[in-house]
């Protein structure tokens, strides 16, 4: 909703409108009994003529009595540091997320990325879209560490809203009677033996040799080094600059479908419709039979694949996803962060065939650079 704010137009006319008045979009909570408990302003706004940025970004958050502590954002607010990060850095592990999201692939899908950042930052993620396919902003869900309960509609779909109801943990620190910390170390899953790999990822793109024939072409308006998967099994190194991706896999059934998959290294400030900084690793299905359809939208996939995708960050900051045909997630079998920076995520067993997989890394010390 829209809420306006006077502002001192005498005593700091630099600040304001000319009107005297901010307009923010604004987010808004109320209790069961009416009451307003929290009123959020949006920080990082997107194409939003009719609002302000409010003069310093907004840190909200609300205590309930059944869960604890929650915290507010809206929407592009989920890229940047202020307020999102900083709510973290505040051990707030619940999140409202509000959001007209316009759905973007291979990366930036609204679910995709929803489950992402719930799993990077280990937090829950309540998350309400818009529906309209004019817009094609779809995707809203309940997400926590462990879990995910979501709806994304299909073109065509009705557009009538939908409830979705999810029995989540409590993750507020101060409830569960412990502080709780953005977890640094490993976290922990089964490995299936017959889709285990040995973790060995490149230190440098010094110290390890890409493999072979790589190529660049655009992925998100951003030049990613890819390098094809020519083999039903084997291992590859991509390097984009000096940020380097590693991946073994394997592709099932053998000698299936006749798609196209890379896997992508990007390093660098992403310029289009936003400036943020990012390194990302990223298997993809190619949109054609030839390399330059790497890094386009695909919504539909048959190859199924087990493989172990890992890199070195900058930052602690990495938000790992699963994709699958028709834009189904899947939980990651298991994540691994080591103190060094190494991330590596390790799936198999996929119900249905692989758009994309990748590990986001967003390197917000350089935003500002």
């Known amino acids: 909703m829209a809420d306006l704010q006077p502002c001192p137009l005498k005593t700091?006319?630099?600040?304001?409108?000319?009107?005297?008045?901010?307009?923010?979009?604004?987010?808004?909570?109320?209790?069961?009994?009416?009451?307003?408990?929290?009123?959020?302003?949006?920080?990082?706004?997107?194409?939003?003529e009719a609002f302000d940025t409010p003069p310093q970004p907004e840190i909200i958050t609300f205590d309930t009595p059944f869960a604890g502590r929650?915290?507010?954002?809206?929407?592009?607010?989920?890229?940047?540091?202020?307020?999102?990060?900083?709510?973290?850095?505040?051990?707030?592990?619940?999140?409202?997320?509000?959001?007209?999201?316009?759905?973007?692939?291979?990366?930036?899908?609204t679910i995709q990325f929803q489950q992402a950042f719930s799993l990077g930052a280990n937090v829950t993620l309540l998350a309400a879209n818009i529906r309209s396919d004019r817009l094609i902003m779809?995707?809203?869900?309940?997400?926590?560490?462990?879990?995910?309960?979501?709806?994304?509609?299909?073109?065509?779909?009705?557009?009538?809203?939908?409830?979705?109801?999810?029995?989540v943990p409590v993750l507020d620190p101060l409830l569960m009677g412990q502080s709780v910390l953005m977890e640094e170390g490993a976290v922990r899953g089964e490995?299936?033996?017959?889709?285990?790999?040995?973790?060995?990822p490149p230190e440098t793109a010094s110290s390890v040799l890409p493999s072979s024939a790589t190529f660049v072409a655009s992925m998100m308006y951003d030049s990613f080094t890819f390098v094809l998967l020519n083999e039903t099994r084997g291992e590859v190194n991509v390097c984009n600059g000096t940020f380097c991706c590693h991946l073994q896999y394997q592709r099932l059934p053998p000698g299936g479908s006749k798609e196209?998959?890379?896997?992508?290294?990007?390093?660098?400030?992403?310029?289009?419709?936003?400036?943020y900084t990012l390194q990302v690793c990223a298997l993809v299905r190619c949109a054609g039979l030839d390399?330059?359809?790497?890094?386009?939208?695909?919504?539909?996939?048959?190859?199924?694949?087990?493989?172990?995708?890992?890199?070195?960050?900058?930052?602690?900051?990495?938000y790992p996803s699963v994709l699958?045909?028709?834009?189904?997630?899947?939980?990651?079998?298991?994540?691994?962060?080591?103190?060094?920076?190494?991330?590596?995520?390790?799936?198999?067993?996929?119900?249905?065939?692989?758009?994309?997989?990748?590990l986001y890394g967003r390197m917000y010390h350089l935003d500002d650079e």
């Open 12 to 48: 700091a006319p630099s600040s304001c409108p000319s009107d005297g008045r901010w307009q923010f979009n604004t987010n808004v909570v109320f209790r069961s009994d009416g009451q307003l408990v929290a009123r959020y302003h949006k920080h990082n706004l997107y194409f939003e």
């Open 70 to 109: 929650f915290g507010l954002i809206t929407c592009f607010d989920i890229l940047f540091h202020k307020p999102t990060v900083t709510l973290l850095q505040k051990h707030v592990r619940q999140l409202i997320f509000p959001t007209a999201w316009m759905n973007q692939l291979p990366l930036l899908d």
């Open 138 to 167: 779809t995707g809203s869900g309940i997400y926590t560490p462990t879990s995910a309960t979501y709806h994304h509609a299909q073109k065509g779909d009705p557009e009538e809203g939908r409830l979705l109801v999810a029995r």
């Open 191 to 200: 490995c299936h033996k017959e889709s285990c790999f040995d973790s060995a």
């Open 260 to 275: 196209v998959y890379a896997l992508g290294a990007f390093a660098g400030t992403h310029t289009v419709n936003g400036r």
């Open 291 to 318: 390399a330059s359809s790497c890094g386009q939208e695909v919504e539909e996939a048959e190859s199924k694949m087990d493989f172990l995708l890992e890199g070195r960050f900058g930052t602690r900051y990495v």
């Open 324 to 358: 699958v045909n028709k834009l189904v997630l899947e939980q990651p079998e298991r994540l691994e962060t080591t103190a060094d920076g190494r991330v590596t995520m390790k799936h198999s067993k996929m119900t249905d065939g692989l758009l994309t997989a990748f």
